[in-house]
């Protein structure tokens, strides 16, 4: 299956799943579970950044005109799409992971942990970016800080065993790219 | 000039960066206040196809709930029949109306109609609800929505021909006049953007006796005049001093639940526009 008509899917998909499943389940008015912001991570390494960054924002926007409040998540996409090369840069492996691999994931990212802080970054980025721009409308930071480190954590848990669940076939391509 | 272009090539990624945000933060600004239909049409008429579908399936799941309010609903209709009341032999006479107008018909201010709910949100910080009932239905922005058992849920912001967009309580520019049902003191019911069927009565002042439990009603004027007046909002749960002011601020118990709503009734009140018309008019003499 060729990459676009893979990443047509996935972002069906994980809106599907953000709109009629975690946004169905009340954890805790404190929670909200997000997930689809990983239809970002899971783009490929050598995408264009202007393709990533308006990729991102219509991700963002799909969600928003489900929630029928526009803006709040595509500004918040735009930020993880935004930052998405310099962390890959830090994090990646001297080997080349970028080049060998298609797409971030445990196996090119070098192992678990670089791959989790990389997932843990971004949705930190996005969650604080998200419901700072809901709390400049209410007012109450304390609230919003408390909010913003428990969804990161439910969200980096769902990132977790996703990946898990779902282990998508990496092939590796030669060095000569 | 040179120097300009070599800048915006060097900086494309961040300039275009810093376009997407700027074009979200339009969004939020324009789009989440009060009315405003700029480019919803497509989306909303899109994303309500799919939540029509989405709803068909979940609606089994809540017959038994719905079946139960519905009967609650229908007692207390059958409680209004004439019916029910004697009166005392002396007061009454039987007589014939001699003039013959049609006066329920002239005099109708309320029109109710049924809805079936699409989609409903409570965990966003603010909160629509999508109706299966569109501008081809009569549905226009404006009109107050209530639930089954008569309880404010909130009011219609947007309209396609097939959906309605409704801004619940639960949404931050959700202002609607509430009052309290036993002492008729007048306030304003807004939203903390936190907890969901809990909303605030602001603008109460001090000296007014509040008990935990005393009804919330819609006053019927300024931002609720789409509703009915007496309209349920919800019951007293709490009463906190604001230290500042001379208002306290109510905690209230919304009556309506907004986890569950799968039926609701737009309200058409025939003499909304009449009454705007007439404070525009006196807001153009000051």
Known sequence: ?177 | MRNIFLFIRRYSNLLFFLVLQVISIYFIVHYSRYHNAAFGNFANQFTGKVNTQYSNVQRYFNLKKTNDSLVKANEVLYNKLKANFELPDTTSKTGVDSIKVDSILQFRKYTYMAATVVSNSVSAQNNFIVLSRGKAKNVKPQMGIVDINNNVVGIVTDVTNDFAVVMSVLHKDSHISGKLLKTGEIGTVLWDGKEANSVTLTGISKGVKIAKGDSVITSGFEYSSSFPKGMLIGTVEAVYNEVSTSYVKIKIHTAANFYNLQYVYVIDYSQQESIKEIMEKVKKQL
């Not at chain 1, 500004?75 to 998405?84: D, M, S």
């Not at chain 1, 109450?140 to 282990?167: C, H, P, Q, R």
């Open chain 1, 1 to 177: 299956m060729s990459s676009f008509v893979k990443n047509i899917i996935r972002f069906a998909l994980f809106i599907l799943f953000q709109v009629y499943v975690l946004d169905k389940i009340r954890l805790h008015q404190m929670v909200t579970p997000y997930i689809y912001f990983m239809f970002i991570l899971w783009l490929p390494f050598k995408m264009n950044r202007t393709l990533l960054m308006l990729i991102a924002f219509l991700l963002g926007f799909t969600l928003d005109s489900f929630n029928h409040a526009y803006g709040f998540h595509a500004a918040a996409c735009v930020l993880i799409a935004y930052f998405r090369p310099f962390l890959i840069n830090l994090l990646i492996p001297q080997e080349g992971g970028e080049t060998n691999y298609d797409e971030p994931s445990f196996k090119s990212m070098g192992g678990m942990l670089p791959y989790l802080i990389y997932a843990g970054v971004l949705s930190l980025l996005h969650n604080i970016w998200l419901f700072f721009l809901e709390a400049l409308q209410f007012g109450d930071i304390w609230y919003f800080f408390v909010k913003t480190f428990l969804s990161t954590v439910i969200s980096l848990l769902l990132v977790l065993i996703t990946e898990l669940l779902f282990t998508r076939k990496q092939r590796f391509r030669t060095n000569t790219v």
